[in-house]
Structure formats: C-alpha cells, structure tokens
Nanobody, 123 residues
C-alpha cells in the first residue's frame, strides 16, 4: 500500500540540529507536493512548511522560518526537513503529508500522511 514513513527524530540539545526524512512507498513522489507538520502534546497540529513538486517553491511557517529547511530527492523518494538552532518549543511529533499535484502551501487535501517521528529538545 502507499505510505509515508518518517525517521530521524530523537533527543537533541538546545541549539542543536536534526534532519528528518520522509520516505514514500509505492507512490511516485514527483507527482506530489510535500508538507511537514508538527504537534506538541495538548496543542493543535501546526504547519511547518511545504515544498512544491519541482522543489523550486518552498513555504515556511513563521515560527520556523530561517531555522528549518525543506528539500526533496525524488530519485530517492524522500523529502527532508533540516532543523537548526532547535528550541524547547520545537518539541513535537513531526509528520509529513503529500498532495497529488499540490502546491507549496498549507492544504486541506493531503492524500497520504506519515505516522510521525518524535523530536525532543532538551532544556
């Protein structure tokens, strides 16, 4: 079945960096825009950012702009979220989602979601 699998989460110190991966199975990632979301305990899901199918358009949420960077490698069926200068408030479960022929914006029409990977920033 078609699915997305995130990895790369873990425990990191304040100011540290992590790179998350989102690997697509049984779907051609090049047909999809990719978005990243996060959800902290007791909080609503927050849009982190999205990348277009071409990779030329990338949009970030205000809380991560300038610290987080999204990229993609369609040959590897993988999208990435590079997180720098991590803060305790970045602690959350991070998930990726894809939209068929979508754009680099927050959408309500994602076709598939991953189950997420936990990122914990130690204070």
């Amino acid at each position: 079945q078609k699915q997305l699998t995130e990895s790369g989460g873990g425990l990191v110190d304040i100011g540290g960096s992590l790179t998350l991966s989102c690997v697509a199975s049984r779907l051609d990632l090049s047909d999809y825009s990719v978005a990243w979301f996060r959800q902290a305990p007791g909080s609503e899901r927050e849009f982190v950012g999205a990348i277009s199918r071409s990779g030329h358009d990338i949009y970030y949420g205000a809380s991560v702009k300038g610290r987080f960077f999204i990229s993609r490698d369609d040959a590897k069926k993988t999208a990435y979220l590079r997180m720098n200068n991590l803060k305790p408030e970045d602690t959350a479960v991070y998930s990726c989602a894809v939209e068929f022929f979508g754009a680099a914006i927050q959408s309500n029409n994602y076709d598939y979601w991953g189950r997420g990977t936990q990122v914990t920033v130690s204070s």
